[in-house]
């Protein structure tokens, strides 16, 4: 992942396709309770319509 900083608040970026999904989940709730403050944005390289519909549901994260 890669961060970035935004009127002095990080952001915090990160990709994954399908193949990669258990990977971004873990990334998000280390994101999530190690950094709470940050802002995290995920591009879509690939994941499946399910996968997608979670992340918006569950973690209400942006994904590009």
């Known amino acids: 992942f890669i ?5 002095n608040k ?3 970026l990160t990709a994954a396709n399908s193949e ?3 990977k971004l989940e873990q ?5 999530h309770k190690n950094y ?3 802002k ?3 591009y ?3 994941l499946s319509k399910q ?3 979670l992340v918006l549901k569950l973690y209400k994260i942006k994904i590009y």
Not at 3 to 7: D, L, R, V, Y
Not at 27 to 31: E, M, S, W
Request: net charge negative; aromatic share 24%; no cysteine.
């Open 51 to 53: 996968q997608y519909e």
């Open 40 to 42: 995290l944005v995920v």
């Open 36 to 38: 709470p403050n940050y």
């Open 10 to 12: 990080p952001i915090i």
């Open 44 to 46: 879509d390289l690939g």
């Open 27 to 31: 990334t998000i709730y280390y994101i």
């Open 3 to 7: 961060i970035f900083k935004e009127h």
């Open 20 to 22: 990669y999904f258990n």
